[in-house]
């Protein structure tokens, strides 16, 4: 351990990861921290070195899906320290999610208080400082879980929260460049129902996705676009992040943001809206985005953003141009059978050389990333602790 020229202590990063190499997977790591809730208030945090939790088997986190989750990354700076990035958006929408899941808020001091102390538990885990050009952080993951037992659908008495973290590079792609992906649009397939949970981070938005997903990354589509339930005409989010279109009119930039009560507030979004507005001179549209406007070629940039994708050039966009058909006999006990269109449905849609990250994706991405590892004042109160 050391101390940093502004006094903070820093922990050197772990000799025994090969941090150009980090992928988006969990590793072991020195431990997690866990609050109950009991009698109607919260606990006291607790530090636990293992991984595993003892749950009973008729919790409804396990039976009926009544937990909500967070992803915050940690950054080492220049000078070794390590800063949190907007924890505190994270701890509005955690608490939007448990309201809408019947479970019970979390006070901002004990969230941040438990990611403090989860983060200076596992400190040489947060990877050097820009080591990797592509992403490198600390993910954090706050957890809310009904771990009461309890048969009856309702909220039990019991409630565990917990931080567990593990180092992270990019979810898309590795290597020196920002990579730029592949996108697909899932039409027989829709993320949440109309007036639905799709602006809340509860675990189940997104098991429903991983067959659809993987069928797509099958394809060579590392990336799936959902658009909205209701009429699967308008831009809602990616599987696992928002989406953001870049329109140019001569000199002018616009960063067009779709709209939709279904999609998460990313933080990062909201970040890289400030930076387009304040920092880049853009103009800003918050907008519901038509996807044949995708298909008109309207925007010269595609992009997803999102914690854990971080900025994500989206290259090509490719969707079914047949109407699809999910093959449902109801009698089956099979249910709907999901197949792949095949090559001559599948039209695709490029964004500027259909390649490479475009510049405006490049620019967020810079601005972003140079905040979060604290290589820029930090103007906007953006890192954690101050
Ligand atoms: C995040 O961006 O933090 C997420 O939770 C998305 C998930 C697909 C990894």
Not at 114 to 128: G, S
Not at 260 to 283: E, N, P, Y
Not at 328 to 339: A, V
């Amino acid at each position: 351990m050391s101390t940093s020229s502004n006094g903070r202590i820093a922990t050197n990063p772990s000799t025994s990861i090969d941090w150009e190499k980090l992928g988006f997977k969990e590793r072991d790591v020195n431990g997690l921290v866990r609050v109950t809730y009991k009698n109607g208030q919260w606990g006291a945090l607790e530090v636990s070195k293992d991984s595993h939790l003892n749950v009973h088997a008729a919790a409804p986190c396990l039976n009926y899906g009544q937990q909500a989750f967070e992803g915050i990354k940690a950054f080492r700076t220049a000078s070794g320290s390590v800063r949190v990035f907007r924890p505190q958006e994270n701890w509005a929408r955690m608490n939007l999610s448990a309201r809408m899941a019947s479970m019970p808020e979390l006070p901002e001091e004990l969230f941040l208080q438990a990611i403090k102390v989860a983060v200076a538990l596992n400190l040489e885990y947060v990877p050097p400082y820009k080591k990797n050009a592509s992403g490198g952080a600390l993910y954090i993951r706050p957890l809310l879980l009904a771990t009461g037992p309890m048969l009856m659908l309702g909220s039990p008495d019991e409630f565990t929260f917990l931080v567990w973290v593990t180092p992270v590079g990019s979810l898309y792609g590795s290597g020196a460049d920002i990579p730029a992906v592949d996108g697909f649009v899932l039409d027989t397939f829709d993320r949440t129902a109309p007036m639905g949970t799709g602006h809340t981070k509860l675990g189940g938005n997104y098991a429903p996705v991983f067959a659809p997903t993987a069928a797509a990354k099958k394809q060579g589509y590392p990336i799936t676009l959902h658009l909205d339930s209701a009429s699967h005409t308008y831009v809602d989010e990616f599987s696992t992040s928002n989406a953001l279109a870049v329109q140019k009119d001569g000199e002018q930039v616009t960063l067009v943001v779709p709209d939709s009560t279904s999609i998460l507030r990313s933080v990062t979004k909201i970040s890289v809206v400030d930076i387009a507005d304040k920092l880049c001179g853009w103009k800003v549209d918050l907008r519901q985005v038509a996807f044949d406007e995708l298909k008109q070629n309207k925007f010269v940039e595609f992009m997803a953003a999102g914690t854990a994708a971080g900025i994500t050039p989206v290259r090509s966009m490719s969707y079914n141009s047949h109407k699809p058909q999910l093959v449902h006999d109801k009698l089956s006990r099979d249910g709907p059978k999901y197949t792949f269109p095949s090559d001559n449905e599948v039209k695709r849609i490029d964004f500027g050389d259909g390649q490479t990250a475009g510049e405006c994706a490049r620019r967020l991405f810079d601005e972003l990333t140079s905040y979060q590892c604290g290589d820029q004042p930090d103007k906007f109160g953006w890192l954690w602790p101050e």
